[in-house]
């Protein structure tokens, strides 16, 4: 891990982390590594890119969370942002959801490593999670998660009325939106402002898609 571009990253989104969540975020990418040896869960391996890939992109989503929120991870794969919310975020509730149980298993792995007594891994398909958990979730996200259509398609039942369903894209999302807004408003959902971020040492442009369910 790179401290001092994650360091510089925390201040410059007006986060405080502990030296216990600083370890927690190093010893995380160390067992990815671990783990990427024999099992396949990223393609990103680079100290500076995993850095600012896996932990710096998904320190964006945190100022968007609020005290208590129950959090949902769609496709959560090797478990960004989902394990970075868990660590930085304790008073929230983490579920993470991926229909590749050895990704699953690398979080629980995790989970159980750093105590993450507010995480929840599941291995399954979102599309099955609204029969029970239906409203039950205060934002949901996905960060490589199929399409902006079938993330909304899929998410927007899972969301509490006055939620957030936040996609993290590329910087292009815009455009995306727009071709989108009538099956957007016809989940209930209501586009807020998006948040336009560039990623460090020029690793691409990125973007919060943010919408709110209104009904």
Known sequence: MNRELLTKAVAELNLELTEQQYG???LLLQELLRWNKKINLTAITGRDEMTIKHLIDSLHLVPELRPGDRILDVGSGAGFPALV???????????SIDAVGKKISFQKHIGRLLKLTNLEPLHGRVELLAADRSGGFDLVTSRAFSSLELFVELAAPLVSVGGRLVSMRGIDAEQEVGLLKESIAAAGLRVEPAVNYRLPLKMGGRSLVIMRKAR
């Open 24 to 26: 927690a975020c190093e």
């Open 85 to 95: 919310l868990a660590i930085v975020r304790p008073d929230c509730l983490i579920t």
